[in-house]
């Protein structure tokens, strides 16, 4: 059974889904930053002083790393948790990490006594602290019947994608590639509604009640509206995290000798944001790429 869990990394999706954890087991959680700290401990989490601290006699141990170097350094680098870890505790990878080396890391984790189930997750930080998120999981039978719990308490949509670790990050490359495509593809059309003059709140309107509509036009679409204002959107997702798994998409097209054009165009238009400063903006500012500035408004102040 697992009852104790810990979740190292607390940041703006670690701490609402150790929140949400700790409704139902007990929770232990590190992060390097002192607020996020206390940030957790009002909202039933105990703070550990070190992640080894964090991860000692935990079932469950989740992490979110932004590479797979990264997610191998913090394992088994110097003082790596993989060493702290108690047999038969499972480790859960929540991120965009791509397929390379994770069999890897699955087999030198398995020399520890450990697991690791391949849980990427998507839905942002609200979502996570309800308990909505889509993840999708690749993992043998026993490591996953030891996540279980954990997966169901923090998702709406759990699929179980294949029996090895791995399977799960390369069902998530595949849904990067549509996800950057479409945020790519919304905003050039609000783009182009502006510059043939029309009302971009309108047009998103119509857009997003016909055949043309798709998640990321209705969710992000707004958000690309308010692009151009003096604070931008609320930065719910970086610009900069679909630069790494649009690189990830393109890494693994390649080594199937798969021809992606349309997501390597999507790509280039991330890569241009990055370069202009906005990787640390909201995803839906790649808008201002191909816009940057409104033509509408110009006009008008021409006016």
Partial sequence: MTSNVAVVGLGAMGLPMAARLAERFTVSGFDIAAERLA???GHGVEPAPTAAAAVTGADAVLVAVRTGEQLHDL??????????LAPGAVVVLTSTVGTTGIDAIAAKLAEHGAHLVDAPLSGGPVRAGEGDLLIVVGAALEALAQAMPVLEQLSSTLSIVGDKPGDGQALKTVNQLLCGVHIAAAAEALALADALGLDRER??????????NSFMLGNRGPRA???HEEHGAEVLSRLDIFVKDLGIVGDAARAAHLAVPVAAAAEQLFLLGEAQGLGALDDSAVIRVVAPELRRTASRKEA
């Fill in 75 to 84: 394992l088994f680098g110097e003082d790596g948790l993989a060493s702290h």
């Fill in 203 to 212: 047009t998103l309107e119509a857009l997003t009640a016909g055949a043309a």
């Fill in 225 to 227: 509206l308010q692009a």
């Fill in 39 to 41: 940030l957790a401990a």
